[in-house]
């Protein structure tokens, strides 16, 4: 059975850093893409970020980018994301997702972790 | 950037009409559409993808249609746990994905 397991949410102060984590079973990690998504309260699905089954090639939607780094270990099925220089904006729920086959579509899902940036 | 449109965005429904969700595209992203359901407080779910290919486990009474710009989600006989918020997703523009903003199906 395919799990993602997401952890490392919390509250953080604006300016500040947070380190999601996604743990991985019951598929062959190393071998799919994966990206993050996240979900303001109340709106709606936002792309995130991605990175290949290797980890040689990342991508960022420009409203992260540099700020934002996704990673991956492929030896501890785990995926990354270190959020920097927290906006109010950037509160949401962070999914872990996996890329059905070679395409760009999700077919398994975390449960989310939430991450809130407030005073 | 692609930027999908979704209509309507909210849809009052019974158990047992058939429902179609549209999805538009700014541009043309072939086939490659995938269709979600979320629940609240629940992860999406994949319903569809490829357009018209039904992910493993999705009940038949889902169907995907449609191509280049047009796409259709279709559920023949609403039941009730189907009521739920709907996403199309492009995958056409990898890796920069794109999701619609959502059709909520309400009782």
């Known amino acids: 059975e395919v799990q993602l397991l997401e952890s490392g949410g919390g509250l953080v102060q604006p300016g500040g850093s947070l380190r999601l984590s996604c743990a991985a079973s019951g598929f062959t990690f190393s071998l799919n893409a994966m990206s993050w998504v996240r979900q303001a309260p109340g709106m709606g699905l936002e792309w995130v970020s991605g990175?290949?089954?290797?980890?040689?090639?990342?991508y960022y939607a420009d409203s992260v980018k540099g700020r934002f780094t996704i990673s991956r270990d492929n030896s501890k099925n785990t995926l990354s994301l270190q959020l920097s220089s927290l906006r109010a904006e950037d509160t949401a729920v962070y999914y872990c997702a996996k890329e059905g086959g070679t395409s760009g579509y999700y077919n398994y899902w975390g449960q989310g972790a939430l991450v809130t940036v407030s005073s | 950037d692609i930027v999908l449109t979704q209509s309507p965005a909210t849809l009052s429904v019974s158990p047992g009409d058939r429902v179609a969700l549209s999805c538009r595209a700014s541009?043309?992203?072939?086939?490659?559409l995938a269709w979600y359901q979320q629940k609240p407080g629940q992860a999406p779910r994949l319903l569809i993808y490829?357009?018209?290919t039904r992910a493993t486990g999705v009940p038949a009474r889902f169907s995907g249609s449609g191509s280049g710009t047009e796409f259709t989600l279709t559920i023949s006989s609403l039941q009730s746990e189907d009521f739920a918020v709907y996403y199309c997703q492009q995958y056409d523009s990898w890796p920069l994905f794109t999701f619609g903003p959502g059709t909520r199906v309400d009782i």
């Open positions: 990175i290949t089954a290797s980890g040689g090639s990342t």
């Open positions: 541009q043309s992203v072939s086939s490659d």
């Open positions: 490829g357009a018209a």
